[in-house]
């Protein structure tokens, strides 16, 4: 029972590089979500998707991109990373807009 | 907008009862709901409260909702070391067609001997 399963858990990157997030959810569920955790301000939405082929900006989409392709997987894409993309990034997925949402572990990101 | 306000910090003793504090600024939110995040892990869910309700029991954990005033807080009875987490207050405005789950920044909760 995975549940919300995120890729890598840890990632250091020089800033100009690229890399991709993996979140994969195995509970069927519509909804899925990217957050950022920093220190003092909480999660911050990214962006989500209500289905899928389908995405949206959250609070804090710039520099960030995302994709849908299966109804499981959210992937979440950082074309060249900036050290004020370092934090800790958490993927969700919940059934519908009001049921409970189940995270991930996080995803510890360092860009240097 | 749709910020979501938590103070970051509480210390209590163990034993004694806990009370976090949320103000939220959609007053259509039907859902307000209460996250718990334990050192290392992902948020999981703790209770959540609807709208139409202005308090909900479920064992040590008493959530009370003041419509007029947007504010909600999370009491926890009986606090155990194993209550030391940081709980996050969460909404789903109507500014983002509910679709979007909007969290505060989080209380951290110490519980001391």
């Known amino acids: 029972n995975a549940g919300v399963t995120q890729t890598p858990k840890f990632r250091v990157l020089k800033t100009g590089q690229s890399m991709t997030l993996l979140c994969a959810q195995d509970?069927?569920?519509?909804?899925m979500y990217w957050y950022r955790q920093d220190p003092g301000m909480g999660l911050r939405l990214i962006h989500y998707?209500?289905?899928?082929?389908?995405?949206a900006k959250g609070e804090v989409p710039d520099g960030y991109n995302v994709s849908r392709l299966k109804k499981q997987n959210f992937l979440l894409g950082l074309e060249s990373a900036a050290p004020s993309q370092t934090s800790v990034y958490f993927c969700a997925s919940s059934l519908g807009p009001r049921a409970e949402a189940f995270f991930g572990q996080g995803t510890r990101l360092t860009v240097v | 907008g749709e910020d979501v306000e938590q103070s970051l910090f509480l210390s209590v003793r163990e034993g004694d009862s806990s009370v976090i504090n949320c103000t939220y600024t959609d007053s259509s939110s039907t859902y307000l709901y209460w996250y718990k995040q334990e050192p290392g892990a992902g948020l999981q869910l703790l209770t959540y409260?609807?709208?139409?309700?202005d308090m909900k029991q479920d064992q040590r954990l008493t959530v009370l909702l003041n419509k007029k005033d947007k504010h909600l807080s999370l009491r926890i009875a009986d606090t155990q070391t194993g209550d030391s987490a940081i709980y996050f207050c969460a909404e789903i405005p109507f500014s983002g067609g509910y679709n979007k789950l909007i969290f505060g920044a989080g209380t951290r909760l110490a519980v001391h001997p």
């Open positions: 998707s209500v289905g899928e082929g389908t995405t």
């Open positions: 409260i609807f709208s139409n309700m």
């Open positions: 509970m069927n569920h519509e909804y």
